[in-house]
């Protein structure tokens, strides 16, 4: 019997922390969360998915490795949607791979703006082209080529080998298949809106059968609660940020600042799917999936339900997983919902 996939770490650079999330199996079969963790880093050190502070960053990586106590140095990680180009483009079948190689190479000038010397290309056969048993449907995915080496840099520079670079909405996607699966007969053919929330910006991907049929991000995130607690109570960023998460505010915080801010992360996410209707043939969700920091605020179900009257559910990454002897379970109460993207890389294991 095989020993099974090489260990494998999910790491999520984002614009407020890195994350950590190492699963494993269990002789059940049942995933076992084994190690996970995060670390702030400052605004500014990572800008719009760009590593402005390179040795910072990689410092906060070394700093959650070391909280984390993991041994493995395989990674996986991801690029934010904004740098990478795909397209989904129609090949012959029966290509070897090689043919297959070329020819993406040759297709690809059409598609990406820059010149191919300066891109990381990489491509996966989807499967056959509905109508055409002689095709096949092939996603491409292009970057700059210093958009991948930063990531990959930072996590060399603290002994990690990157062998697994994603793109962060398909890493959400496999994270929540778990979700959607366990929705009334597996999620079939259901219209499913999903958000994550992040601290600048809140991405909505529409999926129906493991298809992608509506993208958007908007600028809105919880870094707005934090400048609103920052305004309300004469904090900077920095000492609200850490009152937020402290959870050590004043009496009228409830309502003076955290109701407000509900408020507008509900019509936040109505606008979002006024978007989607009006942009396409659909005029509702059948399940409408929260995840990202927000949404382990108290109240977001009641807040977004009120602006969107659609059944309304958060994820959390983890459920269903067994916890191994290295995870805190209190930690993960109110942080749980934040790990979806680190989750769908650690999947990666299990999901080449």
Same mark, same amino acid.
């Given at each position: 019997?095989?020993?099974?996939?090489?260990?494998?770490?999910?790491?999520?650079?984002?614009?407020?922390?890195?994350?950590?999330?190492?699963?494993?199996?269990?002789?059940?079969?049942?995933?076992?969360?084994?190690?996970?963790?995060?670390?702030?880093?400052?605004?500014?050190?990572?800008?719009?998915?760009?590593?402005?502070?390179?040795?910072?960053?990689?410092?906060?990586?070394?700093?959650?490795?070391?909280?984390?106590?993991?041994?493995?140095?395989?990674?996986?990680?991801?690029?934010?949607?904004?740098?990478?180009?795909?397209?989904?483009?129609?090949?012959?079948?029966?290509?070897?791979?090689?043919?297959?190689?070329?020819?993406?190479?040759?297709?690809?000038?059409?598609?990406?703006?820059?010149?191919?010397?300066?891109?990381?290309?990489?491509?996966?056969?989807?499967?056959?082209?509905?109508?055409?048993?002689?095709?096949?449907?092939?996603?491409?995915? #292009?970057?700059? *080529?210093? /958009?991948?080496? &930063?990531?990959? !840099?930072?996590?060399?520079?603290?002994? %990690?080998? @990157?062998?697994?670079?994603?793109?962060?909405?398909?890493?959400?996607?496999?994270?929540?298949?778990?979700?959607?699966?366990?929705?009334?007969?597996?999620?079939?053919?259901?219209?499913?809106?999903?958000?994550?929330?992040?601290?600048?910006?809140?991405?909505?991907?529409?999926?129906?059968?493991?298809?992608?049929?509506?993208?958007?991000?908007?600028?809105?995130?919880?870094?707005?609660?934090?400048?609103?607690?920052?305004?309300?109570?004469?904090?900077?960023?920095?000492? #609200?940020?850490? *009152?937020? /998460?402290?959870? &050590?505010?004043? !009496?009228?915080?409830?309502?003076?600042? %955290?109701? @407000?801010?509900?408020?507008?992360?509900?019509?936040?996410?109505?606008?979002?799917?006024?978007?989607?209707?009006?942009?396409?043939?659909?005029?509702?969700?059948?399940?409408?999936?929260?995840?990202?920091?927000?949404?382990?605020?108290?109240?977001?179900?009641?807040?977004?339900?009120?602006?969107?009257?659609?059944?309304?559910?958060?994820?959390?990454?983890?459920?269903?997983?067994?916890?191994?002897?290295?995870?805190?379970?209190?930690?993960?109460?109110?942080?749980?919902?934040?790990?979806?993207?680190?989750?769908?890389?650690?999947?990666?294991?299990?999901?080449?």
């Amino acid at each position: 019997m095989g020993r099974g996939p090489a260990p494998l770490l999910g790491i999520d650079i984002s614009s407020s922390t890195v994350k950590l999330v190492e699963l494993g199996r269990g002789r059940d079969g049942q995933l076992v969360l084994e190690h996970c963790g995060m670390e702030p880093l400052e605004r500014g050190w990572v800008n719009e998915g760009n590593v402005e502070k390179f040795d910072e960053v990689a410092e906060a990586l070394r700093r959650l490795l070391r909280k984390c106590g993991s041994k493995t140095r395989n990674v996986a990680l991801a690029l934010p949607g904004s740098a990478v180009i795909t397209k989904k483009i129609v090949l012959a079948a029966g290509l070897s791979d090689l043919e297959l190689e070329a020819q993406v190479e040759a297709d690809a000038s059409q598609y990406i703006p820059f010149p191919l010397a300066e891109v990381s290309l990489d491509f996966c056969v989807i499967g056959p082209t509905a109508g055409s048993p002689e095709m096949v449907d092939v996603l491409l995915a #292009a970057s700059r *080529k210093e /958009k991948v080496s &930063d990531r990959q !840099a930072v996590a060399e520079a603290v002994g %990690l080998v @990157p062998v697994v670079m994603d793109v962060e909405s398909y890493a959400t996607r496999l994270a929540a298949s778990r979700v959607i699966d366990a929705l009334p007969n597996h999620g079939l053919d259901a219209l499913i809106a999903l958000f994550e929330v992040g601290s600048y910006s809140t991405g909505l991907q529409v999926i129906r059968n493991d298809d992608v049929i509506y993208e958007r991000d908007q600028v809105f995130g919880g870094a707005m609660l934090t400048q609103q607690i920052a305004r309300q109570y004469g904090l900077s960023f920095e000492e #609200a940020d850490a *009152k937020k /998460k402290a959870g &050590d505010l004043p !009496a009228d915080y409830a309502d003076k600042v %955290l109701r @407000p801010f509900m408020d507008s992360l509900g019509q936040e996410i109505g606008r979002a799917l006024q978007f989607f209707f009006t942009s396409t043939p659909h005029n509702k969700v059948d399940h409408l999936l929260l995840s990202g920091g927000c949404a382990a605020l108290p109240g977001v179900v009641e807040a977004v339900a009120a602006q969107t009257a659609f059944p309304c559910k958060v994820i959390n990454p983890f459920d269903g997983m067994v916890l191994g002897p290295g995870v805190k379970a209190g930690a993960l109460t109110s942080e749980s919902t934040s790990y979806l993207v680190a989750t769908g890389l650690a999947l990666r294991r299990f999901h080449p």
